[in-house]
């Protein structure tokens, strides 16, 4: 029998709660409660107590045909994140879309035995298995429903509204279904990146509080965003949900097979997440790539590129961000630099240039983004910093 058998499922929670403190996931004695009270273990009967314990693991829920997850429960260090930004307080009405079980038991700790929490999901198999697990965790409480979060929410309003799948857009509906002070916790995706933005309501749109790098599984239904992508190369794509982007794969294709222009910028490359976020909102032609490890091994695409990077795109070019080794740049001892592609090679670098050495100069510090919500049309011309979305628009501004 090894060691972790013979661990107690409350010895690793409890170690579970303590390593959430340490790295500041949990900040407030109520989330460290809710943590404590409930049994992860008890949603993943099959998963190794370790694993249903750790950090950043999530647990699967359902997967698709080709086997990828379309339904899990997050790692604890996300859900403690979102939990910690909502800032639930006992007898207040919260609503949880994307369900899982877990995470609205957790919820159910928070608001106490006078707060009312609702669980939402579009898919009747992973509603039923919530309802099991929550009925023998003795959760009996908690509702249930079946609906689409895009137009069947709940009736009435929430103090709080946490999503836990990605969300593209914010439906009226969410806005709607709020307090007049109510707050909504939503991953919000741009262009294939994803915060946890903990919203506050302003009239009919929306501010941001917080937000974090963030990880879920797309939204289904009628919410799904909408994702053009192609395939550049045997291992190399470009994703973007930007209908004004060119996407030539023929021309694209060639450009990164061609030569590369290799442009550094003298600005510190440091908090990759917060650089990303900007320049995902303000590359005038935003896309993300991504590249498989043995295409980098290759040399052929940075590895910048592996987990995705923002990219700049043109009809027949293409750029991106790369970094390498300089200690004349601050504590993070690396410098950012451009990767472009094509006959617009230069003028396309010199862009995305002039936007890290912006970020370098003007915003390089955790939080320095708030984003809005904004209903209705975007405007046109669309200014930096804003996404057009199916409902609405997002504006981003940095301090």
């Known amino acids: 029998m090894t060691h972790l058998e013979t661990v107690s499922p409350e010895a690793l929670r409890a170690d579970m709660v303590r390593a959430l403190h340490d790295q500041d996931a949990i900040t407030s004695p109520s989330v460290a409660a809710a943590f404590t ?69 957790l919820i ?39 609906a689409d979060a895009e137009s069947g ?39 294939g990146t994803t915060r946890s933005v903990l919203f506050d309501r302003d009239g009919d749109a929306l501010v941001s509080r917080s937000y974090r790098l963030a990880s879920f599984v797309p939204m289904q239904g009628e919410g799904t965003a909408p ?77 910048s590129a592996r987990l995705g990077v923002a990219a700049l795109v043109g009809e027949d070019s293409i750029a991106y961000r790369t970094r390498r080794p300089n200690e004349n740049t601050g504590t993070a001892g690396f410098e950012s630099g451009v990767i472009a592609h094509g006959p617009q090679a230069e003028t396309l670098a010199a862009q995305y240039v002039e ?4 970020w370098a100069t003007d915003h390089q510090r955790r939080g320095a983004a708030t984003i809005r919500y904004v209903p209705g049309a975007a405007p046109s011309p669309l200014p930096p910093g804003t996404a057009r979305k199916r409902h609405g628009y997002v504006s981003v501004t940095w301090a």
């Open 227 to 303: 994702d053009r992508k192609i395939m550049l190369l045997d291992g190399v794509a470009l994703q973007t949900d930007n209908e004004d982007v060119p996407l030539n794969a023929p021309a694209l294709a060639r450009a990164l097979e061609g030569d590369r222009r290799q442009v550094w910028s003298g600005a510190a490359y440091d908090l990759p997440d917060e650089l990303d976020w900007f320049l995902t909102l303000n590359l005038p032609a935003p896309a993300r790539l991504h590249a498989s490890q043995d295409v980098i091994d290759r040399g052929l695409v940075e590895p």
């Open 37 to 105: 009270a409930v049994s992860r273990h008890l949603w993943a009967p099959d998963m190794p107590l370790d694993r249903a314990y750790d950090l950043h693991s999530i647990m699967p829920v359902k997967t698709d045909g080709y086997g990828l997850d379309i339904s899990v429960i997050s790692a604890p260090h996300l859900q403690a994140v979102m939990l910690e930004q909502a800032d639930i307080e006992p007898g207040m009405r919260v609503l949880e879309i994307g369900s899982g079980g877990y995470n609205a038991a």
């Open 108 to 146: 159910q700790e928070l608001v106490g035995a006078d707060g009312e929490v609702t669980s939402l999901d579009i898919d009747r198999e992973v509603i039923d298995r919530a309802r099991k697990h929550l009925d023998a965790a003795g959760y009996a409480q908690v509702k249930t429903v079946v």
């Open 355 to 358: 936007l890290l050495q912006r």
């Open 153 to 191: 929410v709940v009736l009435g309003h929430f103090d709080r509204i946490i999503v836990t799948v990605a969300a593209w857009d914010i439906p009226p509906a969410w806005i709607s279904g709020l307090t007049a002070k109510g707050r909504l916790v939503a991953p919000l995706t741009v262009c």
